[in-house]
């Protein structure tokens, strides 16, 4: 039961990086591949103002929000000058230069990181998994929220325009590099946000696992569940995030199990399972037409 | 102190423009930029050491590395690169990055996780003038290096498959409108990225004693900050841009001490040249026509 | 007063004049053209006004305001409004939504009104109901803009460009790739679009389609501008005529290369 829970926060973790990394990557349509860097900030800061600044759990999920908020900003200003091969690149370095700044400033503990990071409570009721998981699901639902609104909403288009073409978008009055720079920090932020709750659940934080891997991995989550949709960074992170622990074999070569996959994804069905132009949406789509088309007649 | 850092640099500068050069030409020809090439390095290291160590000939050895990553090479070309070109130069650069994390894992599984040490005895000696220190293996960089360079800036400069090269990287329809044979010169260069890419990987095996299944994640990083500042797909710039990163790595580590990990700097180098001239360091400002 | 005056506007691209020291002014409602061979400079004419590229030297007043320079969401927000030359649609958005969110218009600014539901927005709606219809659109509505023909795809854009209302439109060569048969309704399409009262620049390679609909016109070579005046003053100008044939002579017929009509 135990183990379940963990399993149920780790895939719950992945399914909000997944989902946040949809707004830069599906919604905009920009590279970005240092997800992790942003988890990594959020996880380091909400363990070193808890372990030396003992400021309370609670206190630091709007901190850990904030500082990647203002990291992605930053990257989302970065951006702007340059494309999309450059930025892909430049998105990869900053996993070094991150991992570098956790290993070198001595803020963040140095090579071996931040131990026994205080386990949260509520009054006098400490954090067990279950309570991790709560508060995951409530962090995805929050993100998951978010992301629905946006796609719903003026900015929302506005994102998707400039996906499609950032000139027409330009010409239609759409203010491409600000809009592209609240979705780098839109995304930046929840990554932050559930940096949160991953240092406290895993008690410790190091440089290395904020790495450049741990954000290919999220990509691919993403990748494999299809760009652009919700449904589909969820569906990513839960398949993938389940897979090493549904069979154990697997989690012995997960990496290598990734990697297959996402090549056979990207080969063979690059809109994901179930992205917007994917196989599934389609079929989802086939089966839903005739009942709008009925609905639509219906009272005339 | 100064003179051995500066032939430490350029030791380390030549190492890193026999890296980055192999994937440099294929970013010219297919906009690709082949973070795989790095696994071909592990690849050539392995092969290399493991024959090298079943024969007795490192000249074996290094034969059967640069066939083994060249095959692999020629492959990735075939059978993922070809099919996903056109989808933009994000899905290749993903797939590339997959492909050498699954590598990666998959050296692991075969040759297990632990290090291999790679005593191979080059026959140079370490050269001493004064306080100047050249040990042999950084001369074999140094010779092997400069040897490969050249050829190279011979070949596309003055060979039919340089011509070749450079007319493809122009303009792939037009080159084979003119009767260029495109998918052979597609082939040819990647069989040399990825020959380089293992005689790297055996001269890194050396130079360190040691070839482990992580050994190409420093150089796939490194080599993707180079051929940026080299100005993606300008071979030359390549080398300029390797060097570079190479002294100041060097001298930074010298006169300032660890303030960064030695793999941080040139990525730091990147962003900030990156973000005053966005077109990197030799490219040229693409115009609106 | 004019709604838009260019003076001594020049772009140059390194040492390549494009555009070398245009003067022109629109008044409100009328219809100019810009006519001119391959490489006249007319669609960098039309960059630089809609801010797609920043002039070299000169002055751009729209309104009565200096705008040379200004990105192109700033001239779309104060009242111009273009269409490209190689349809740009959003592919993935249904055509619908295509022309939605250009509408939102200066609500785009607004980090409040940013954040609103589509869907609210009922004076919206109703404007984008209305251009689907006007651009026999509405049978489209919820198709995927990727997925249109040329034809559907042009009328798109133009409906795109007029749903926040401009004082201003730039039509970029909207016949381009419309089979002959397409290129009467669309005439008929543009001139209802200046009837109501809209002025319009229109940037023209088929010559007999921009003068079937101008006022006046304006022609273009090699980044100068050699004539301008009403429709059949240019048709008559010898230096028109001269340009015309020594570029693409040998492909005109008639000893009139301007004859053809629409």
Same mark, same amino acid.
Request: glycine share 12%; net charge positive.
């Given at each position: &039961?135990?183990?379940?829970?963990?399993?149920?926060?780790?895939?719950?973790?992945?399914?909000?990086?997944?989902?946040?990394?949809?707004?830069?990557?599906?919604?905009?349509?920009?590279?970005?591949?240092?997800?992790?860097?942003?988890?990594?900030?959020?996880?380091?800061?909400?363990?070193?103002?808890?372990?030396?600044?003992?400021?309370?759990?609670?206190?630091?999920?709007?901190?850990?929000?904030? =500082?990647?908020?203002?990291?992605?900003?930053?990257?989302?200003?970065?951006?702007?000058?340059?494309?999309?091969?450059?930025?892909?690149?430049?998105?990869?370095?900053?996993?070094?230069? &991150?991992?570098?700044?956790?290993?070198?400033?001595?803020?963040?503990?140095?090579? =071996?990181?931040? #131990?026994?990071?205080?386990?949260?409570?509520?009054?006098?009721?400490?954090?067990?998994?279950?309570?991790?998981?709560?508060?995951?699901?409530?962090?995805?639902?929050?993100?998951?929220?978010?992301? *629905?609104?946006?796609?719903?909403?003026?900015?929302?288009?506005?994102?998707?325009?400039?996906?499609?073409?950032?000139?027409?978008?330009?010409?239609?009055?759409?203010?491409?590099?600000?809009?592209?720079?609240?979705?780098?920090?839109?995304?930046?932020?929840?990554?932050?946000?559930?940096?949160?709750?991953?240092?406290?659940?895993?008690?410790?934080?190091?440089?290395?696992?904020?790495?450049?891997?741990?954000?290919?991995?999220?990509?691919?989550?993403?990748?494999?569940?299809?760009?652009?949709?919700?449904?589909?960074?969820?569906?990513?992170?839960?398949?993938?995030?389940?897979?090493?622990?549904?069979?154990?074999?697997?989690?012995?070569?997960?990496?290598?199990?990734?990697?297959?996959?996402?090549?056979?994804?990207?080969?063979?069905?690059?809109?994901?399972?179930?992205?917007?132009?994917?196989?599934?949406?389609?079929?989802?789509?086939?089966?839903?037409?005739?009942?709008?088309?009925?609905?639509?007649?219906?009272?005339? | &102190?100064? $003179?051995?850092?500066?032939?430490?640099?350029?030791?380390?500068?030549?190492? #890193?423009?026999?890296?980055?050069?192999?994937?440099?030409?294929?970013?010219?020809?297919?906009?690709?930029?082949?973070?795989?090439?790095?696994?071909?390095?592990?690849?050539?290291?392995? =092969?290399?050491?493991?024959?090298?160590?079943?024969?007795?000939?490192?000249?074996? @050895?290094?034969?059967?590395?640069?066939?083994?990553?060249?095959?692999?090479?020629?492959?990735?070309?075939?059978?993922?690169?070809?099919?996903?070109?056109?989808?933009?130069?994000?899905?290749?650069?993903?797939?590339?990055?997959?492909?050498?994390?699954?590598?990666?894992?998959?050296?692991?599984?075969?040759?297990?996780?632990?290090?291999?040490?790679?005593?191979?005895?080059?026959?140079?000696?370490?050269?001493?003038?004064?306080?100047?220190?050249?040990?042999?293996?950084?001369? =074999?960089?140094?010779?092997?290096? !400069?040897?490969?360079?050249?050829?190279?800036?011979?070949?596309?400069?003055?060979?039919?498959?340089?011509?070749?090269?450079?007319?493809?990287?122009?303009?792939?329809?037009?080159?084979?409108?003119?009767?260029?044979?495109?998918?052979?010169?597609?082939?040819?260069?990647?069989?040399?990225?990825?020959?380089?890419?293992?005689?790297?990987?055996?001269?890194?095996?050396?130079?360190?004693?040691?070839?482990?299944?992580?050994?190409?994640?420093?150089?796939?990083?490194?080599?993707?900050?180079?051929?940026?500042?080299?100005?993606?797909?300008?071979?030359?710039?390549?080398?300029?841009?390797?060097?570079?990163?190479?002294?100041?790595?060097?001298?930074?580590?010298?006169?300032?001490?660890?303030?960064?990990?030695?793999?941080?700097?040139?990525?730091?180098?990147?962003?900030?040249?990156?973000?005053?001239?966005?077109?990197? $360091?030799?490219?040229?400002?693409?115009?609106?026509? | 007063?004019?709604?838009?005056?260019?003076?001594?506007?020049?772009?140059?691209?390194?040492?390549?004049?494009?555009?070398?020291?245009?003067?022109?002014?629109?008044?409100?409602?009328?219809?100019?053209?810009?006519?001119?061979?391959?490489?006249?400079? *007319?669609?960098?004419?039309?960059?630089?006004?809609?801010?797609?590229?920043?002039?070299?030297?000169?002055?751009?007043?729209?309104?009565?305001?200096?705008?040379?320079?200004?990105?192109?969401?700033?001239?779309?927000?104060?009242?111009?409004?273009?269409?490209?030359?190689?349809?740009?649609?959003?592919?993935? &958005?249904?055509?619908?939504?295509?022309?939605?969110?250009?509408?939102?218009?200066?609500?785009?600014?607004?980090?409040?009104?940013?954040?609103?539901?589509?869907?609210?927005?009922?004076?919206?709606?109703?404007?984008?109901?209305? !251009?689907?219809?006007?651009?026999?659109?509405?049978?489209?509505?919820?198709?995927?803009?990727?997925?249109?023909?040329?034809?559907?795809?042009?009328?798109?854009?133009?409906?795109?460009?007029?749903?926040?209302?401009?004082?201003? !439109?730039?039509?970029?060569?909207?016949?381009? @790739?419309?089979?002959?048969?397409?290129?009467?309704?669309?005439?008929? !399409?543009?001139?209802?679009?200046?009837?109501?009262?809209?002025?319009?620049?229109?940037?023209?390679?088929?010559?007999?389609?921009?003068?079937?609909?101008?006022?006046?016109?304006?022609?273009?070579?090699?980044?100068?501008?050699?004539?301008?005046?009403?429709?059949?003053?240019?048709?008559?100008?010898?230096?028109?005529?001269?340009? #015309?044939?020594? *570029?693409?002579?040998?492909?005109?017929?008639?000893?009139?290369?301007?004859?053809? @009509?629409?």
């Amino acid at each position: &039961m135990s183990y379940l829970l963990v399993v149920g926060v780790t895939i719950a973790i992945y399914a909000v990086l997944t989902v946040a990394l949809n707004m830069v990557v599906g919604y905009v349509g920009q590279p970005n591949l240092a997800q992790s860097a942003f988890l990594g900030l959020g996880a380091y800061f909400a363990a070193v103002l808890s372990t030396r600044y003992h400021l309370g759990f609670w206190w630091t999920i709007p901190v850990a929000f904030g =500082v990647a908020g203002i990291a992605g900003f930053a990257l989302g200003a970065i951006s702007l000058r340059l494309r999309e091969d450059f930025l892909a690149i430049t998105t990869i370095g900053l996993n070094f230069v &991150m991992v570098a700044v956790f290993q070198y400033l001595p803020f963040f503990g140095g090579a =071996v990181g931040i #131990y026994s990071i205080p386990v949260p409570s509520i009054g006098e009721h400490h954090f067990g998994n279950l309570d991790y998981l709560i508060l995951a699901a409530a962090m995805l639902a929050l993100v998951v929220g978010v992301s *629905k609104y946006l796609e719903r909403s003026w900015l929302g288009a506005s994102l998707f325009a400039i996906r499609d073409d950032e000139s027409a978008a330009a010409s239609v009055g759409i203010p491409v590099a600000s809009y592209k720079v609240v979705a780098f920090t839109l995304s930046a932020a929840f990554a932050g946000m559930v940096g949160s709750l991953y240092a406290p659940f895993l008690s410790a934080v190091t440089p290395t696992s904020f790495g450049f891997t741990e954000s290919v991995v999220i990509l691919s989550m993403l990748i494999f569940g299809g760009l652009g949709t919700v449904r589909g960074a969820l569906l990513g992170a839960l398949v993938l995030g389940a897979l090493p622990e549904a069979f154990r074999f697997i989690s012995n070569f997960r990496l290598l199990t990734y990697g297959v996959i996402l090549l056979l994804m990207l080969r063979f069905q690059p809109q994901g399972l179930a992205g917007e132009a994917s196989a599934v949406s389609r079929l989802v789509g086939r089966l839903a037409s005739p009942l709008r088309k009925s609905r639509d007649h219906g009272p005339a | &102190m100064f $003179l051995s850092s500066l032939i430490d640099g350029i030791a380390t500068g030549s190492l #890193y423009a026999l890296i980055a050069l192999g994937p440099s030409l294929i970013y010219g020809l297919l906009r690709v930029l082949d973070i795989a090439n790095a696994a071909g390095l592990t690849l050539g290291a392995y =092969v290399g050491l493991k024959v090298w160590r079943a024969t007795g000939s490192l000249a074996l @050895g290094i034969v059967a590395g640069i066939a083994a990553s060249a095959v692999f090479g020629l492959g990735l070309q075939r059978l993922l690169y070809r099919p996903i070109l056109n989808r933009g130069p994000l899905i290749p650069l993903i797939a590339s990055i997959g492909t050498f994390i699954a590598m990666e894992e998959a050296f692991r599984l075969v040759f297990g996780p632990y290090p291999f040490a790679f005593p191979a005895k080059l026959g140079l000696p370490t050269l001493r003038f004064g306080h100047t220190v050249i040990t042999g293996v950084h001369l =074999v960089i140094l010779i092997v290096g !400069l040897l490969v360079l050249g050829l190279t800036w011979f070949a596309l400069r003055r060979t039919r498959l340089g011509l070749y090269w450079r007319a493809t990287s122009q303009d792939m329809a037009t080159a084979e409108a003119m009767g260029i044979n495109t998918r052979g010169v597609v082939a040819a260069i990647f069989v040399i990225g990825y020959a380089l890419a293992a005689v790297s990987g055996i001269l890194l095996g050396i130079n360190y004693n040691t070839v482990y299944p992580t050994m190409g994640d420093i150089p796939a990083y490194k080599m993707l900050a180079i051929i940026v500042l080299g100005g993606l797909g300008n071979p030359l710039g390549t080398i300029a841009a390797a060097m570079l990163i190479g002294l100041v790595e060097t001298f930074v580590v010298m006169y300032a001490g660890y303030v960064l990990p030695r793999d941080a700097i040139a990525f730091i180098v990147l962003i900030v040249i990156l973000l005053a001239r966005p077109q990197g $360091l030799l490219g040229r400002s693409r115009k609106a026509a | 007063m004019a709604l838009l005056e260019v003076e001594r506007l020049t772009v140059r691209f390194g040492g390549l004049v494009a555009l070398d020291a245009i003067d022109l002014a629109v008044e409100k409602g009328q219809f100019v053209s810009v006519i001119g061979p391959n490489g006249a400079g *007319k669609t960098t004419l039309f960059n630089a006004i809609a801010g797609a590229i920043r002039p070299s030297e000169g002055l751009v007043r729209f309104d009565g305001r200096e705008v040379q320079g200004s990105p192109s969401a700033r001239m779309s927000h104060l009242g111009v409004r273009r269409s490209f030359q190689v349809a740009r649609p959003f592919a993935s &958005m249904t055509v619908r939504e295509n022309i939605r969110v250009a509408a939102a218009g200066k609500a785009l600014l607004q980090s409040l009104r940013c954040l609103g539901l589509r869907s609210r927005d009922r004076g919206i709606a109703e404007r984008v109901d209305e !251009l689907l219809e006007t651009f026999g659109l509405a049978r489209l509505a919820e198709r995927k803009a990727g997925e249109l023909n040329m034809g559907e795809l042009r009328r798109l854009e133009i409906a795109r460009a007029l749903s926040s209302r401009p004082s201003l !439109l730039l039509l970029d060569e909207p016949a381009a @790739g419309i089979g002959a048969d397409g290129i009467g309704p669309l005439a008929q !399409l543009i001139r209802g679009v200046h009837r109501s009262g809209l002025t319009v620049m229109l940037v023209e390679h088929y010559v007999g389609f921009a003068l079937s609909l101008s006022d006046r016109v304006v022609v273009l070579d090699e980044g100068r501008k050699i004539a301008e005046g009403g429709p059949e003053e240019v048709r008559r100008d010898e230096r028109v005529i001269a340009a #015309y044939l020594g *570029k693409e002579g040998s492909r005109s017929t008639g000893t009139n290369p301007l004859g053809g @009509g629409a």
